[in-house]
C-alpha cells in the first residue's frame, strides 16, 4: 500500500486505574527520524518504544508522545496525622486561653505545621503495567497514523498514475516520430550539401559515409529500450500492494529523464523535442510527489 509521509494518528489504552494517550506527527523527511517525548517511568522503555515505531514507519521525521491521564502512576501521595493535629490544637487553645489570644485554631493554619502532613509510605511502581498500557495506547495511535497515510497515499497514486499515463503517450508519439529518422537524416543532409555544392558535382560515396556516421551518432536504440525498462518499472510501482516506493520513484525520474535527454540530443528534431520538454515537466510534478511518499 502507497502511503505518504505526512500523518497524524492519536489512540488511548488504560489499564485499571492507570490509562495513557499517545500521539504521533509525522512530516517528510529523506530519511527516517523518530523522536519522542515520555514520561520519566517509561524512559527505560525508550528503545522499545522507538523500535515499534519503526516497524511501522519506514521514513519521516516522527514526533512521538505519550503521556498518561491524571496524576500518573507515580505522583506523589501524603497523609495527615491527626493525632499530631489534635495535639498541636490543644496546645494552641491553651495558648489562647492562657495568653488571652483571639485567633482560634483553623486547618489551614495546622495543615502548615511541622508533623501533620506527612508522605504516604512509598508504593513499588509496577513498570511493566507502565509499559503495557504505555505501549498498547502507541499501537493504537500507530494504527490511526498509518490510516490516515493510506488515504493520502491513495491520492497521490492516482495522481502518479495519470503523469505516468501521459508520459506514456508522449513517448509513444516520440517512437512514431523515429520511425524513418534515418531516411529524413539523409534527404536533409543531401539538400544541405546540395545547396553548399551548387553546380560542383556530388561525390555519392563520400556523402552516404556522411550519412552512415551521422545516423550512427543518431541512434537511440538503446536509449529507447532503457527508456521502456523505466515506464515499465514505474508502472509496477503503482500497481496494488507496492510500499515504501519513494525512494524508488526518485530514482526512476532521475534515470528517465536522463534518457529522454539524451535521446532529445541525439536526434535534433523539434517534434521530438517539444515531447521531451512536456515529458521534463511532468517528471518534475511526480519528483514533488515522491518527496511526500514512504
Not at 54 to 69: H, L, M, S
Not at 158 to 167: G, H
Not at 237 to 259: C, K, N, P, S, T
Amino acid at each position: 500500500m502507497i502511503r505518504s509521509m505526512t500523518g497524524y494518528g492519536k489512540g488511548r489504552a488504560a489499564e485499571g486505574d492507570l490509562a495513557a494517550t499517545a500521539e504521533v506527527r509525522s512530516v517528510n523527511n529523506r530519511g527516517r527520524e523518530i523522536r519522542f517525548r515520555l514520561p520519566q517511568e517509561l524512559f527505560p522503555y525508550e528503545d522499545a518504544l522507538r523500535a515499534r515505531a519503526a516497524e511501522a514507519i519506514a521514513r519521516g521525521r516522527v514526533d512521538a508522545t505519550i503521556a498518561w491521564e491524571g496524576a500518573g502512576p507515580a505522583a506523589p501521595r501524603c497523609v495527615v496525622n491527626v493525632a499530631a493535629a489534635k495535639a498541636l490544637r490543644d496546645a494552641w487553645v491553651t495558648l489562647q486561653r492562657e495568653l488571652g489570644l483571639e485567633d482560634p485554631p483553623t486547618a489551614q493554619a495546622l495543615l502548615r505545621l511541622p508533623g501533620v502532613v506527612e508522605p504516604a509510605p512509598a508504593e513499588e511502581l509496577d513498570v511493566e503495567r507502565c509499559a503495557r498500557v504505555a505501549g498498547a495506547a502507541l499501537a493504537a495511535a500507530l494504527a490511526a497514523h498509518a490510516e490516515v497515510r493510506a488515504r493520502e497515499g491513495a491520492k497521490l497514486a492516482e495522481d502518479l498514475s495519470a503523469r505516468r499515463a501521459t508520459i506514456v503517450r508522449l513517448v509513444g508519439e516520440i517512437e512514431e516520430r523515429l520511425e524513418g529518422a534515418t531516411e529524413r537524416l539523409a534527404e536533409e543532409m543531401r539538400a544541405r550539401v546540395k545547396q553548399l555544392l551548387g553546380e560542383t558535382p556530388l561525390d555519392e560515396q563520400r556523402l552516404a559515409q556522411e550519412i552512415a556516421l551521422a545516423a550512427q551518432k543518431a541512434d537511440v536504440t538503446e536509449e529507447r529500450v532503457r527508456l521502456r525498462a523505466h515506464l515499465q518499472r514505474l508502472g509496477t510501482l503503482f500497481a496494488e500492494g507496492a510500499e515504501e516506493i519513494g525512494r524508488d520513484l526518485e530514482f526512476l525520474v532521475q534515470e528517465i529523464r536522463r534518457e529522454v535527454n539524451t535521446l532529445s540530443a541525439k536526434t535534433s528534431d523539434p517534434e521530438i523535442d517539444a515531447r521531451s520538454l512536456a515529458i521534463r515537466a511532468e517528471l518534475e510534478r511526480i519528483r514533488e510527489q515522491a518527496a511526500n511518499l514512504e
